[in-house]
């Protein structure tokens, strides 16, 4: 198993340093850091812009080739990412902001897979039954309901609900209050910021575990083996949970794995709407201001994080489903 | 004569069996003896019901019966005639949709009237259930030893460590091998046979009182078959548990029950001893089935009597007798009053008819005068006569496939012998049976005559034409009008959004036939299998299964080819549908002069249907010969096992002939012994002296002909 995960991993390497690669001469080609400089007045000369962003890395006039040599030989020997066309460092960023979506997309995607799939294994047993149409209607409405309508609509309920309690417990914006000390009341005000955030992803994550789960346990619950642990004096909903669900998990756990990426570089408008300084605002924010180093290390970020949720995928199949057995 | 189905003794000899029961037993409801014991098990007037689109289905329509402890009752049925409804209601295990009505007694509890929760309590401890279909059964995420201790948890207060010591002792005693170190084994890596021992050991593990066992050996092959019929009967006597058996074939009930009770759509319509029920059937129903049911047994073969018509539909009922449209010796009543279960003076056992009083008199033949008229006895003295020429040649035929390991990148890690060295011929008007085990090679064998191409070793000539000479895709398209095939379930074979005229014009137009020959033509292909012309409008979902085969042989018919391969072409058929079947078969080979290649795993249907039988065993024939000499005069060690593990649909011959019960299994074809391939389970060879034994382990015989002179070869060192 070991042996099997460091060779896949090897593999992924080798992926992720040719798509970073390939990012960075793709990024150097479209963004320009030169145009950040012609809003700007008195209007910048030529030369001046090179001057200003030589240090940087960044000069145009530089060739191509000679630059990147420069890049690569920063992540290889000091694993330094590079810096914006102002100067900031991509480390900090990266490294600040990736934990602050961590925050958000770790409780979130739980959240979604517990809710999405103990829903689908109640509705499932009661198949057509009233509440497996009233969870079935509500997840069609949410999965329709746009991620920047539901967060605005729970930021006024929130605000509503802390008119009403009068006293501010549920948080609108940021990620933290500005001036708590001491270790639990930082943990404390970093949990109610999270709330909300955390309930907007969930909301909108969940529906899809629920209805892929609920069809996919539907296939299963029909099945002889269901019907041999029932046999064996099983509840139908004991024989569901403890027979039929853990064959049918195997593709949502495939999934949720592979989905990590896509939240962590894809909770932009939660992220906006909230106020949190994470990794898809960054996403967003290196693009507009043609920061090629942020880009190409936020590209080589979501790389890493899939290959992460490719092994966690391999190594949850290969737990849960014996039939599957690495060599 | 009259038709006289399997009468070999007479009622004055009822089988002294040691724990039979005789007529002074009778079966139940023909009153209460005075000492009989109390019934474990007390069905009273169940009804199950299901919801469709056509109105409610009645699967079920009031089904009675007792059944006493340590007993078995085998109920016997064709597919729709609510036999597996009645287990699953037994079982509480009904879908949630199913309405059921009536009362279900067991130990004085009404499990009718209980709700899932209630049940569960009782499911698994007092009644158990083997299902069906192994290969399903189990889960596939949980190891056996953990399947078994779960079971064993739910119902008693007991440790993992003891649950799983008690796994193993379960495992142990349905002749698991090794049963401690393949406790933690998942199902995929159990054969057949050994999850279905797995299924029993399941259901036996609370010892319940009563077992239900639905089509227990259905999906197995005939010698894992009786191995597993052996389980089960170890296993009812360990727990000390009354049976329901709840199988199609006769043979296994003829075996296995003291009772019989017969399911004709949704009720029970005769119930009775075994030896009484097969000895003289009373309800017409009974004595045709008895009638159409081919057996492997050795002595004088009896015609097959089919049934004509089909079983009706459970949605439409008719307004009598359920079996009247198909009965003889219906009479006006049967066909608006439906007669009730009651037992007829002079005889033990209940009889749902409305003639029983006649026909336990003896003034009348419950299956009529007209049966004998469509008696179908082989003409195989005519085949002999005229040995066409041949159509197909297969010389040391040889097939591998390649083993591989790892789920990304795949190795080769070995081969696969799954045809070895196999040659036969089938000449015009003549039908070669291919018959084994699954694993065999036979169908891979059907199927490398149907590729027409070049087989990876050996030679295969159809036609006259040798399939490697086959040089463009225009040789090959002709060649395959020459060939055509028959599958096995004629649901799936044939498209469901295509009518029967388009179905059976497909091959038509492929081979260029303009619009009139096709129209032409179709309404002679449906004469030529006996279908009305009127079906060509319909879908296949508007016939039955036995006017679907009839449609498919028509569509491989359409070609006018010379040689027809049938892949188990009665197996997904209803006893009383096979014999005509059979009977369609049979007259076409002999009208049309077609030569069949046929794949079958029911040897008694063979040896109606079969001119000539190869015996295959893990890719290799082993035997040859003529059918009936084969039946009559077999020499290979595995042939003999084989014919002797058929169950008999007659109980006094099933309980006195010798069984040669096989050891294990067959193995993997990946791993070929060095020297005869059946040494590992061969019953001569642990008998041999040593020369032989070393010959049988290091030499593959080579195949003889018999002393007679005859066709007749096997391969065996110790003959």
Redesign the interface.
């Known amino acids: 198993m070991l042996r099997y995960v460091t060779r896949r991993a090897a593999g992924w390497f080798l992926v992720i340093a040719v798509a970073t690669n390939a990012t960075y001469f793709l990024a150097s080609s479209f963004l320009d850091p030169r145009s950040n400089f012609k809003e700007l007045r008195p209007v910048r000369t030529d030369e001046q812009v090179s001057r200003a962003l030589a240090p940087y890395n960044l000069d145009p006039h530089e060739p191509l080739l000679h630059r990147w040599w420069d890049w690569l030989s920063g992540v290889v020997l000091r694993f330094d990412w590079g810096r914006s066309p102002v100067g900031v460092e991509v480390n900090g960023e990266i490294g600040h902001r990736s934990l602050v979506s961590a925050q958000l997309v770790i409780g979130a995607t739980l959240l979604s897979v517990v809710v999405g799939v103990a829903l689908a294994v109640h509705t499932a047993s009661r198949q057509y039954g009233w509440r497996d149409r009233a969870a079935q209607a509500l997840s069609m409405a949410l999965f329709n309901v746009p991620v920047s309508v539901a967060a605005l609509a729970l930021v006024l309920l929130a605000i509503r609900l802390n008119e009403q309690a009068g006293w501010h417990f549920l948080y609108v914006a940021g990620e933290r209050s500005p001036d708590v000390e001491g270790f639990w009341a930082t943990l404390g005000d970093r949990a109610a910021h999270l709330v909300l955030p955390t309930l907007t992803l969930t909301l909108t994550g969940y529906v899809g575990h629920h209805l892929t789960q609920r069809s996919l346990l539907l296939d299963v619950i029909g ?14 909903a ?1 024989a569901i949970r ?2 039929a669900l ?2 049918a998990l195997i593709p949502t756990a495939q999934s949720v794995a592979f989905s990590i990426p896509a939240v962590f570089t894809g909770a932009v408008l939660t992220e906006t709407v909230f106020g949190w300084n994470g990794m898809g605002q960054y996403f967003v924010q290196t693009i507009n201001k043609n920061d090629v180093h942020g880009t190409v290390a936020t590209a080589a970020f979501a790389a890493a994080l899939t290959a992460i949720g490719a092994i966690l995928a391999d190594i949850t199949t290969v737990l ?5 057995r ?2 | 004569m009259t038709l006289a189905p399997a009468r070999p003794t007479g009622p004055e000899n009822p089988g002294p069996g040691p724990e039979r029961p005789g007529p002074e037993n009778p079966g139940p409801g023909s009153g209460p003896g005075p000492a009989r014991p109390a019934p474990v098990l007390s069905v009273r007037d169940l009804r199950v019901s299901f919801p469709s689109e056509q109105g409610p289905v009645q699967a079920v329509r009031g089904v009675d019966f007792d059944l006493l402890p340590g007993r078995t009752l085998g109920i016997v049925g064709e597919s729709g005639s609510g036999k597996s409804a009645t287990a699953l209601a037994l ?1 509480g ?1 009904l879908p949630p949709a199913a309405h059921l009505e009536g009362r279900i007694l067991l130990g004085g509890r009404d499990l009718a009237a209980m709700d ?2 209630r049940l ?6 007092d009644i ?2 083997v ?1 069906q ?1 192994p290969m ?8 056996v030893g953990r399947l078994l201790s ?2 064993l948890r ?2 008693q207060d007991l440790s993992r460590k003891d649950a799983w010591e008690q796994a193993v002792q379960l495992l142990d005693l349905v002749g698991i091998p090794d049963p401690r170190e393949r406790a933690k084994a ?1 199902p ?1 890596e159990f054969s057949g046979g050994m999850r279905q021992r797995v ?1 029993i050991a ?2 036996i ?2 010892k319940p009182s009563v077992l239900v066992a639905d089509e227990p050996t259905t999906a197995l092959d005939v010698t894992v078959q009786a191995q597993i019929l052996e389980v089960l009967r170890l296993a009812q006597r360990e727990s000390g548990a009354a049976l329901v058996l709840i199988t199609h074939d006769l043979g296994v009930v003829a075996g296995h029950a003291d009772d019989v009770a017969v399911m004709y759509a949704g009720r029970i319509v005769e119930h009775a001893g075994v030896d009484e029920l097969f000895a003289r059937p009373t309800m017409p129903y009974t004595a045709r089935l008895l009638a159409a049911v081919p057996t492997a047994g050795s002595g004088v073969q009896r015609p097959l009597l089919p049934i004509a018509g089909e079983p009706p539909s459970p949605v439409a009922l008719p307004a009598g007798c359920a079996f009247a449209p198909r009965c003889a010796v219906a009479r006006d009543v049967c066909r608006t009053t439906e007669p009730d279960l009651t037992a007829p003076a002079g005889r033990p056992g209940r009889v749902a008819c409305h003639r029983a009083q006649e026909i336990a008199d003896g003034t009348l033949d419950p299956a009529g005068p007209a049966g004998s008229a469509v008696a179908l006895t082989p003409d195989r003295a005519a085949a002999r006569r005229t040995p066409g020429e041949v159509v197909l040649r297969v010389e040391d035929l040889v097939k591998t496939f390649p083993v591989t ?3 990304l990148l795949k ?1 080769r890690t070995g081969t696969l012998h799954a045809v070895n060295g196999v040659g036969f011929e089938v000449r015009a008007g003549e039908t070669l049976a291919l018959v084994g085990e699954s694993g065999s090679g036979k169908t891979t064998t059907l199927r490398e005559v149907l590729r027409l191409r070049a087989p990876e070793g050996g030679r295969i000539e159809v036609a006259g034409t040798d399939v490697a000479t086959l040089r463009s895709a225009a040789q090959v398209r002709e060649l395959r009008s020459e060939v055509q095939i028959v599958l096995q379930d004629p649901t799936d074979a044939l498209d469901p959004r295509l009518t029967v005229f388009d179905l059976l014009a497909e091959p038509l137009r492929a081979a260029g036939a303009d619009r009139t020959a096709v129209r032409s033509r179709i309404p002679r292909l449906l004469d030529l299998v006996g279908l009305d012309r009127a079906v060509g409008d319909r879908f296949p979902a508007a016939l039955s299964g036995g006017q679907r085969q009839r449609v498919g042989i028509a569509r491989a018919l359409a070609r006018e080819p010379r040689l027809l391969v049938l892949d188990e072409p009665l197996s997904a058929l209803d006893v009383s549908v096979q014999a005509e079947i059979v009977n369609l078969l049979v007259r076409l080979k002999r009208e049309l002069a077609l030569a069949y290649l046929v794949v079958a795993h029911d040897l008694a249907v063979v040896r109606y249907f079969s001119d000539r039988i190869a015996v295959m065993y893990l890719g290799h024939i082993v035997e040859s010969g003529a059918t009936e000499e084969i039946f009559a005069r077999p020499r290979h060690p595995y042939t003999r096992a084989l014919l002797s593990a058929v169950p008999l649909p007659d109980p006094q011959r099933e309980r006195r002939r010798e069984r040669i019960v096989l050891r294990g299994e067959q193995p993997s074809a990946a791993r070929l012994p060095a020297g005869c391939v059946f040494v590992d389970r061969c019953p001569l060879h642990r008998e041999a002296d040593e020369s032989v034994r070393t010959r049988c382990r290091t030499e593959r015989p080579s195949t003889v002909g018999a002393p007679d002179g005859s066709d007749h070869r096997y391969a065996c060192h110790a003959l």
Request: aromatic letters at 4%.
């Open positions: 099945s002889d083996f269901v019907r041999t642990a029932r046999a064996t004096g099983l509840t139908r004991q403890r027979h853990r064959t849960l489903d014996p039939r599957v690495v060599s | 079982m295990l899932d929760t569960a309590r009782i499911r698994g401890k158990g259930m299902f279909d399903s059964a189990l889960t596939p995420v949980l190891s779960q079971a739910v119902h998942f995929h299924v399941l259901a593990a609370n390991r790892g789920a190795r």
